[in-house]
């Protein structure tokens, strides 16, 4: 879209800045739009378009009545414009009330010329947030029909196929290839989910929150308190109220009318009012006085801009006080300019992009999210878990992410209640459980198993997450060759300077990387450098992973001969022991060769952590 913008011929008038305004949107520079849609109502006051385009720029700013004054008065000036409608939609929606939301969109769509699929979406998401599924399902349904690759309609058929108990359908439509085009920035107009967030029916109905799925597992860190809005609402209104005092009030011209030359303006005046004469003035400019009654006043409208205008009829005593007051909104039209073809041209492409920039956006990962419930629904477990875990993964804090990896964790067995498990030492005398830190190491990985094949012994490593994704091969070639794999983080970082999200978020890391490389579940983990405090503990056990630690350490040799390592260990293990050894480049290079064969002259039996520990 924004090639569009860009590429569009250089236009007179108020165009440019209509045309700079949508790109400012799309963008993200809520204050750049609002001042080039502030320029071009400068040229033009009559210019709906830069009304419209300047209340969405409000309303991103986080002022929602000012937006919602600016869309008002739009409706006023083009009642027949759909972004004005789509735009009172989206004041209520960041207002929170999702219902009217919904019908200002419905309203949108029934002069929508363009964007319909974009309105549509955005009318079938909050209907299904609402649980209204079976009406979310069918307009949901017509969007993707008509744009297989816009997120939001897909998100909102596969969440109303999801809720209605129909997850093969609800897989098949979540699964798809995401549109990859570029959408606008979605700002104040970020749509979650619809069925997994706070204030969405679904998870109020199914009890979703993290109270009753995690109740047996570590409490999540409380969350970061929302920030005000940064740019607060004004205190001075932008247009006056317009509800009438029953007592007195305009009667003619119905508020909202386009006029234009000389007018007749009525005055209904119930007579409880000491009202003896009226003033009519039409944007603070007195016009006309009158003390006829009933009060009646001929206005000449051809001495204001074309626009919209305040008309307003003030009440005077005799006394010369003012004890009435009046108004209403019109829209002066006296034709006082033609449009060029060219800017006729720019504003109606402006009305269907202010109309696109007006709709909801799906925030990432939250198809991915209920893909993962999809396949879950049809037994596809492993699938569902590599669906949470790269969710967990990229975004933590999205609403029920850690939930419904835990809860998966849990249901395919993995232990994740019974407090924190570790391993320090073996309990059987004369086993000895060789471990490899780090890795996997294009070099280091082939020597280490040549090495192992050669006396026969099996190994666990410890991989790096990172590690493994750029070597996947390595890492079958060790699971092949009948070796336990483990997890040494994901960035081998030290884990003590995160909070425990963060050290979960490590943890799964590493082990979606793991399994993807080799089909494996890793459920043992060391930390890098040892580095461990209470965090990492409970990110561990809520992550189901037994934590291995060691009693001999391959980093006490520094320097050391490879042959003078090799006796040195080979008497300290003389009653069984963990060692640590390292899948790069240090001693353990020298030390191996001289290890392995120190450890069969001495009769000890080597293994895995499984198989000398029964995990």
């Not at 030492?425 to 070099?443: E, N, Y």
């Amino acid at each position: 879209m924004l090639m569009t913008l860009a590429a569009a011929p250089a236009l007179a008038s108020s165009g440019d800045e209509l045309l700079a305004g949508c790109e400012a949107l799309y963008l993200g520079d809520w204050e750049r739009a609002r001042d080039r849609f502030q320029a071009a109502e400068a040229i033009d006051n009559t210019c709906p378009e830069a009304l419209a385009g300047l209340g969405i720029a409000e309303l991103q700013l986080g002022r929602a009545d000012r937006a919602a004054n600016l869309f008002d008065s739009t409706l006023i000036m083009a009642p027949e414009m759909a972004a004005a409608h789509a735009g009172m939609a989206a004041v209520n929606y960041v207002r929170g009330d999702a219902y009217e939301a919904m019908l200002g969109y419905r309203r949108a769509l029934g002069y929508a010329q363009t964007r319909r699929t974009r309105v549509r979406s955005s009318e079938a998401y909050l209907a299904c947030r609402l649980g209204l599924y079976v009406s979310a399902r069918s307009q949901a349904q017509t969007a993707v029909d008509d744009d297989p690759g816009d997120e939001l309609a897909r998100h909102a058929l596969g969440s109303s196929l999801l809720a209605l108990g129909l997850n093969a359908d609800a897989a098949r439509v979540l699964s798809r290839r995401q549109d990859t085009f570029r959408r606008p920035a979605p700002g104040m107009l970020s749509a979650p989910s619809a069925l997994i967030s706070p204030d969405a029916h679904y998870w109020v109905e199914k009890q979703l929150g993290d109270e009753y799925r995690l109740a047996a597992l570590p409490a999540l860190p409380a969350l970061p308190t929302p920030g005000a809005p940064p740019h607060p609402e004004p205190t001075d209104p932008q247009l006056p109220d317009p509800d009438r005092d029953p007592h007195f009030f305009i009667s003619y011209p119905p508020a909202g009318s386009v006029v234009s030359d000389r007018i007749e303006v009525s005055i209904e005046d119930d007579g409880s009012l000491p009202v003896r004469h009226i003033a009519v003035l039409l944007d603070s400019r007195f016009l006309v006085m009158s003390n006829a009654q009933p009060f009646r006043a001929l206005v000449n409208t051809t001495r204001a801009k074309d626009g919209l205008r305040e008309l307003r009829v003030e009440g005077y005593s005799t006394e010369g006080e003012i004890v009435a007051r009046a108004s209403i909104m019109l829209q002066v039209s006296n034709g006082s300019r033609t449009l060029a073809p060219a800017e006729q041209q720019a504003r109606k492409l402006v009305r269907g992009e202010l109309l696109n920039l007006c709709t909801l956006r799906a925030e990432p990962l939250v198809n991915e999210q209920l893909l993962g419930h999809a396949l879950a629904g049809c037994e596809h477990e492993w699938e569902a878990i590599a669906t949470w875990e790269y969710v967990f993964a990229n975004d933590p804090l999205l609403p029920g992410a850690r939930a419904d990896l835990l809860t998966g964790y849990r249901e395919l067995g993995l232990r994740l209640t019974g407090g924190p498990r570790e391993t320090h030492f073996l309990s059987r005398p004369g086993t000895v459980a060789l471990t490899f830190d780090d890795g996997p190491h294009p070099a280091m990985t082939p020597f280490i198993l040549d090495l192992l094949d050669r006396y026969h012994m099996k190994a666990t490593f410890f991989l790096v997450g990172k590690q493994a994704a750029m070597y996947p091969q390595l890492v079958r070639d060790i699971a092949d060759a009948g070796h336990q794999l483990g997890s040494h983080s994901h960035t081998h970082t030290d884990l003590r300077r995160l909070d425990q999200r963060g050290v979960e978020q490590e943890l799964v890391k590493s082990r979606a990387a793991i399994r993807q490389a080799c089909g494996q579940t890793v459920t043992l983990f060391r930390p890098p450098g040892g580095n461990y405090d209470d965090e990492v503990r409970s990110a561990a056990a809520a992550c189901g992973y037994t934590t291995v630690f060691w009693t001999e350490n391959i980093g006490n040799y520094p320097g050391v001969e490879g042959a003078a390592i090799g006796r040195s260990m080979g008497n300290k293990l003389a009653r069984g022991g963990i060692v640590l050894l390292h899948n790069g480049y240090d001693e353990t290079e020298v030390a191996l060769p001289h290890l392995l064969p120190e450890l069969v002259r001495r009769g000890l039996r080597t293994g895995t952590i499984g198989e000398l520990t029964g995990g």
